[in-house]
């Protein structure tokens, strides 16, 4: 079979002003020249669901220490048969990667050591499980610890008489160093579990296929779903302060939560608000340590510093709630539908293969929670606590000279930002002007130029010649990127029926409806009632869009990516990782999401357009 | 109207009792309570037939003309059967009967909206008989219209249970004549405009998760004897999510002709034949009632189906034909070991108490 490629890297035009956009980043997360022939022979693939926008340089951060602690636990710890980690590399500011095969000649060897290792983690998973915990929420109290305070004018006089004989720099510069740690550390535990999950899981999605060819992987995942998941946590804080308004009366009081001083002042002054804002406290921590992107950027908002966001989604519940709408998810039917699915397929399986799969599912149903758990300590909570310590930082230096902007510190990478503290602490304790004040403003500029220019175009999905088929497990789960999916961004996909896009049967039903075209979280108060909800990708903090939409459409993700999950949980139709539907529909078309089948159709073509508004009419076929 | 013991609606929500209603027509009561629908209609009862006969002052003579009849003497016998079924198709049906019998019909009709065909079957109550052309049991008149019809058939179903052939059988076997009794089975002719078959596994592999759809124009005879290429549809049976979908060209129809008494084949246009002859909400709903079907008869079934022109959308969606898939039911299910580790499977070397999640 000829296979069609992807274009090499080299091939890639450079948008105009973005020249030399390479020194931006290390030399080690770019393509070599020197490398060309070994690096173009390697299938790489985008992962824009993660990293929709370009990197500025600081926040590649985010990028490797992620992937790097995903590849240790395969490779070095877990010592899984056929997979090692995942190379990566930043081309034109967006990330690729490249997962490594483990040598046909060395999985059997692996095999034993990786048994006795998973093994460990299974039989003491309740105990090891606990202990993560306890690990990651001391690296986010010793975080917030941390700060960086403006250096003094002299040494105070206790530290003379006490015979210190520091003048308090080192700490500046032990504490940057010691924030990054603390970064890597929980980006290390958060694949401690993470890989057994997957593990787990595609143990029982290969034994399903084995025993019911192609069982659609929805049903497979609905098998071992949680249901009630800290995933879904916050959103549910939500739902409970905007009941408890409507019980106390507190509705008038939500009329401009952008001004959430008011807002919160007005209910303080209202006869049972002290009840409601005791409330609303025990959500914030840690609930609200909780972004309306996914944490891998300098400027994600949280809910925590910007209030009216989760103050907003309350006054939309409260509007629901008075409107008599149930806004609670429907968990109890969820759970009775994913009982009544495992046990129809368990009666379809006889002897021995019944045990097989009770075993299998039930492990993988222990391991798969965490899959769905995790994302709020470490994307959400973990670099919360961390990217506002930075904004400190950066804002520290702004007020020193540095850099123009209060939040420019993101266009350094983070040893640039080693080399300006030791630039200003040499300044400062010298007692002359640092030279960064006369170095960065020009040279952020610059980069910001680049930067700018890199965002003006979209990422290629993928790079090179594919293999012939997609293996790696958990590029197939976690980034749905499989043999299918790679024709269909060739073009070789099969059409269809009466145009349209193709992406992941993420969860079933059909539902016709208006679209609406949310490329950044700030658009998601221009979703109305009934729309489809058509997005690069979701985040975790858009659950109240949930409660509203009728379908979702994203460019990015396979079966395990936030939308499908949520989309299952709200028992909403969703087509995900399609390569191009938000590119690809407009706001105000008429669509029909597949669930079931993965497909959407656009109903209308662009030039009749209707004004979407309230209202949108939608129905289920299902 | 509400059955009765004299006329019992299939849907009447009566408990089914062989004795009263004959094999067939028990069968489709049960099958209709089993939320497996099909063509709607009625048993006229054998409490109906048996005091049919009492009234009419039968039975009394029935007995008179049997004694000591000689099996060998097929002159006599003819004779003898003749007469007990004149009488059976001349004396009249006692007014009560006769009405109750009338409501029902007119009942039936009033679900349509002009009145349609229907099918006019004998529903012996000897199940123990090895021979299935034993009296009545395949008495069946197709494409009846209007009430005068209907009655006159019912009667000579009624008179079926004494043709010659029976009436040697029971002396050569030794059955009584006492008790014996038959139900009569009126039912719609099906209008197919959609129809096929379904089986409730995946025929290529024999796996048990699927549910497996031919669908095709027309009646459902060109999709069963190969005429036409029907779509064909895999399902999976616990989530009725499709798998997969290959449609056919179903370039020809044949459809019921109600002035012909019977079917004409028709070309389909190239519209309907480019797409799927069932709906997404049909397609649902064949998949279901096959699942019904399996569930109740406890085994893979294959069944035959049908859309009914003459029925509201919805509630369109008829049951024909269930029979135990009888090809690879016979075969063990398939049996698949894990694979080694090596292609994949994780845990395959692993004694299962190693992973023993502790929750």
Redesign the interface.
């Known amino acids: 079979m000829s296979m069609k490629s992807f274009p090499k890297p080299s091939e890639l035009p450079v948008p105009a002003g973005a020249e030399g956009w390479e020194k931006l980043y290390p030399y080690y997360l770019v393509f070599q020249d020197k490398l060309k022939e070994q690096e173009d022979a390697k299938f790489w693939f985008c992962d824009s669901q993660h990293w929709p926008t370009v990197f500025k340089p600081f926040e590649t951060i985010g990028g490797e220490f992620a992937v790097k602690c995903l590849g240790q636990y395969n490779a070095r710890h877990l010592m899984i048969p056929n997979a090692n980690g995942i190379e990566f590399r930043i081309h034109l500011g967006y990330l690729y990667m490249s997962p490594i095969p483990v040598p046909e000649d060395q999985i059997a060897a692996r095999v034993p050591l990786f048994e006795q290792r998973v093994g460990h983690y299974f039989q003491n998973w309740e105990q090891l499980l606990k202990d993560w915990h306890v690990k990651v929420k001391g690296t986010i109290a010793e975080m917030e610890t941390i700060s960086f305070p403006k250096l003094p004018d002299m040494v105070p006089m206790e530290d003379i008489t006490s015979g210190k004989g520091k003048d308090g720099s080192e700490k500046l510069l032990e504490s940057y160093d010691r924030l990054i740690q603390l970064a890597y550390q929980n980006w290390q535990y958060h694949f401690e579990f993470l890989n057994l999950g997957y593990i787990a899981y595609l143990d029982f999605f290969n034994f399903c296929k084995q025993v019911f060819p192609n069982i659609p992987d929805q049903s497979i995942a609905s098998m071992v779903q949680g249901v009630d998941m800290e995933l879904f946590r916050p959103d549910d804080e939500l739902k409970q302060l905007a009941k408890l308004a409507v019980e106390l009366g507190l509705q008038p009081h939500f009329g401009n939560t952008d001004d959430v001083e008011a807002t919160l002042g007005a209910i303080a002054a209202a006869p049972g608000g002290d009840r409601w804002l005791a409330q609303y406290e025990g959500a914030k921590d840690p609930w609200f340590n909780f972004t309306v992107g996914n944490g891998f950027y300098g400027h994600d908002k949280y809910w925590n510093v910007n209030q009216e966001i989760p103050l907003g989604y309350i006054a939309d519940y409260i509007r629901r709630v008075d409107e008599g709408q149930e806004i609670m998810r429907p968990v109890e039917a969820l759970i009775a539908e994913r009982d009544r699915i495992i046990e129809e397929y368990r009666d379809l399986l006889e002897g021995d293969n019944q045990a097989v799969f009770d075993a299998k599912r039930g492990l993988a149903a222990t391991a798969y929670p965490y899959v769905e758990n995790h994302n709020f300590y470490i994307e959400h909570w973990t670099m919360g606590v961390f990217w506002r310590k930075i904004r400190e930082l950066s804002r520290m230096m702004h007020a020193e000279g540095f850099w123009t902007q209060p939040d420019d510190l993101l266009y350094l990478g983070r040893n640039e930002v080693r080399d300006a503290l030791f630039d200003l602490v040499t300044g400062w304790g010298v007692g002359a002007k640092p030279i960064g004040p006369d170095y960065w403003p020009e040279e952020i500029e610059r980069r910001r130029g680049i930067v700018d220019a890199l965002k003006t175009a979209r990422p290629a999905p993928a790079l090179n010649t594919p293999p012939a088929s997609i293996t790696e497990p958990f590029t197939r789960m976690l980034w749905g990127i499989t043999t299918e999916q790679v024709q269909q961004w060739l073009g070789a996909g099969e059409e269809v029926e009466g145009g349209g896009l193709r992406g992941m049967a993420a969860s079933p039903g059909v539902v016709e409806g208006l679209a609406r075209v949310v490329t950044d979280a700030d658009q998601l108060s221009e979703v109305q009632q009934g729309e489809i909800l058509v997005a690069t990708v979701t985040a975790p903090s858009w659950g109240p869009i949930f409660g509203k939409i009728s379908a979702t459409v994203t460019d990015i993700g396979g079966m395990m990516s936030h939308a499908a999950i949520v989309c299952r949980e709200y028992g909403l139709p969703a087509v995900t990782g399609t390569g191009s539907g938000s590119t690809t529909i407009k706001t105000g078309q008429r669509l029909r999401v597949d669930g079931t089948k993965g497909t959407v159709q656009i109903l209308d073509a662009e030039d009749d357009l209707v004004v979407a508004g309230p209202g949108a009419h939608s129905h289920s076929h299902v | 109207m509400q059955s009765n013991d004299y006329v019992q609606f299939f849907d009447g929500g009566i408990e089914p009792k062989l004795e009263n209603l004959g094999g067939k027509g028990a069968s489709l009561v049960t099958m209709t309570s089993a939320g497996m629908p099909v063509p709607p209609g009625f048993v006229v009862t054998t409490a109906q037939f048996d005091a049919f006969m009492d009234e009419a002052g039968i039975t009394a003579k029935i007995h008179e003309l049997l004694a000591g009849l000689d099996p060998e003497d097929t002159r006599q016998v003819d004779q003898v059967s003749a007469a007990i079924r004149e009488d059976i198709c001349s004396r009249p049906v006692p007014e009560a009967l006769r009405s109750m019998t009338i409501a029902a019909y007119e009942s039936l009709m009033g679900r349509f909206d002009a009145p349609v065909p229907v099918a006019v079957r004998s529903s012996a109550t000897a199940e123990d008989l090895p021979d299935a052309s034993f009296a009545g049991q395949q008495d069946t008149y197709l494409w009846l219209d209007g009430v005068k019809a209907v009655t006159d058939h019912i009667r000579q179903c009624w008179a079926s249970l004494y043709t010659s052939r029976a009436i040697i059988y029971r002396l050569k076997n030794s059955i009584p004549n006492e008790g014996l009794s038959m139900a009569v089975v009126v039912q719609k002719m099906v209008n197919s405009k959609v129809s096929g078959v379904a089986i409730t596994m995946?025929p290529t592999?024999g796996?048990?998760?699927?549910i497996t759809i031919d669908s095709s124009y027309g009646v459902g005879e060109m999709v069963v004897s190969g005429q036409v290429t029907p779509d064909n549809i895999?399902l999976?049976?616990?989530?009725l999510?499709?798998?997969?979908e290959h449609l056919g060209d179903k370039h020809a129809e044949l459809v019921p002709d109600a002035g012909a008494k019977g079917l004409v084949e028709r070309e389909v246009d190239d519209e309907r034949r480019g797409r799927r002859s069932l709906?997404?909400?049909e397609l649902?709903a064949v998949a279901q009632m096959a699942k019904r079907a399996e569930k109740h008869y406890k085994c893979p079934q294959d069944i035959e189906w049908a859309l009914d022109a003459d029925l509201p959308d919805g509630e369109n969606l008829l049951l024909l034909q269930s029979r135990p898939e009888t090809v690879h039911s016979s075969k063990?299910?398939?049996?698949?070991a894990?694979?080694p580790?090596?292609t994949?499977?994780?845990?395959s070397?692993?004694s299962?108490p190693?992973?023993?999640?502790?929750?």
Not at chain 2, 236 to 239: E, H, L, N, P, R
Not at chain 2, 241 to 244: C, D, E, G, I, T
Not at chain 2, 354 to 359: F, G, I, N, R, S
């Open positions: 995946d592999n796996d048990r998760s699927k895999v999976d049976k616990v989530t999510a499709v798998v997969s709906t997404d909400a649902t063990p299910a398939p049996v698949t894990p694979q580790v090596v994949g499977g994780y845990f070397g692993l299962t190693a992973l023993k999640p502790t929750a």
